[in-house]
DNA sequence: GTGGTCTAGACCACG
DNA sequence: GTGGTCTAGACCACA
């Protein structure tokens, strides 16, 4: 389902967010789909329970998902544009680029390597 | 100089790097320019002159920047861009353009973005 | 593990790195091998964990080791040798030949000195 | 005379110490020869006059030169091979070619290396 | 438990 | 005055 890498840098919870939200943006999950349960998720990714919970738990509270007691995680309505998210990693873009530009990368590079893999991952519809 | 911001998620060190990175790379600072001491720099952020040398001391093992025990620390002569650097922001460039991607943002609205960014600044030459 | 030797010249920091540096190219430390911790490190060499922390945390900029927050600190898959460190030694090699020569050191001593310690340490196949 | 250069690592009155030492070593300075005086020295070299000083007073403590209050600094009659001075050099070199061995070069390339630079530099004789 | 960051303050080498 | 090293101890994020 998703994958954890203990040599990347982000944090494992962190992976584990990115990697569901991931499937959810890209409609791999779809509204009312249900998730593995903490357990079954710590078991098949082999790590701390406590770390798929917080991963939930943060999902939960940026609106992706939702969990009834007792039965189990699953995928809300409709999400829309994760507005907060979106402005979050606008902001590191722009620091990004102007670093870039700084360091002599121009337009041209950029929007081409944008274009580049933009088009790499095919279409999700 | 530099600015230090507690709100921002990166290290104190790492907002200075960053900073005196960018000031290198603008050509605010040349080479041959002696930055503060270590302790003025210290003083003037308010932070601890530890955290400081911190950050000359990886922008030096970096190529950055040089120091001379006693004397000072000095920009050091460019020698063509930074290739390591422009590697890693690459990196994080994709990632951060393959979920903006996934969060519904358009090749179309980025290459806008940049074009905005990249007039901004006015030119460095 | 490693020795910590006051009246070394070197700093601390430097003797551990270096030693840990040897554990691993003699292959006493192989890949994935869990380091450490820092405080146990500290505490086994009786000395503050920040200077620990610093060796580590340059090796890991070396490519000799990985850390993950958390859990631990591992030895990396060696990816060949390390030019860099080999182009570093062999500057101070010449500036020690160069200075051994003018004290009247010769061809036949350095090289008879090679021989021997070539073959002290037996062969690490 | 000597040359300085703020960018190397060794500290200044080391680099002058070296120098010296390499021209006495190398038949430059004969016995007797009159060293520049500190003040002197420190024009020439536009450098703290108390840099010269320590520089001149820790090569007297070593044997390499004296000094008679009001005549000046001169070269000692023969120091001799410098043993302590040896011994420290052979301590690093031995440093140096181990971790090359564990590095992979082997001792052909070592002994060929050290042909090549006693060769290079011509005799001094 | 792990490592990461930061502070405060000391001492040293250098100029 | 400069930077370099080290200690002691705190707090945080993560698992």
């Known amino acids: 389902m998703v994958q954890v890498n203990y040599r990347d840098s982000r944090p494992i919870y962190q992976q584990i967010k990115d990697g569901i939200r991931q499937l959810i943006n890209s409609g791999a999950l779809q509204p009312e789909d249900k998730l593995p349960s903490v357990r079954e998720q710590a078991m098949a990714l082999?790590?701390?329970?406590?770390?798929?919970?917080?991963?939930?738990?943060?999902?939960?509270?940026?609106?992706?998902?939702y969990t009834v007691s007792g039965r189990g995680t699953f995928?809300?309505?409709?999400?829309?544009?994760?507005?907060?998210?979106?402005?979050?990693?606008?902001?590191?873009?722009?620091?990004?680029?102007?670093?870039?530009?700084?360091?002599g990368i121009t337009e041209e590079e950029m929007v081409k390597h944008i274009k580049d893999i933009m088009n790499s991952g095919g279409s999700n519809d």
């Not at 082999?46 to 992706?64: F, H, K, V």
């Open 46 to 65: 082999a790590i701390n329970p406590n770390t798929i919970s917080r991963a939930y738990r943060e999902l939960e509270a940026e609106g992706y998902i």
């Open 75 to 103: 995928v809300c309505e409709r999400t829309g544009p994760d507005l907060a998210r979106v402005k979050e990693l606008m902001d590191k873009f722009d620091r990004i680029i102007a670093e870039l530009k700084l360091l």
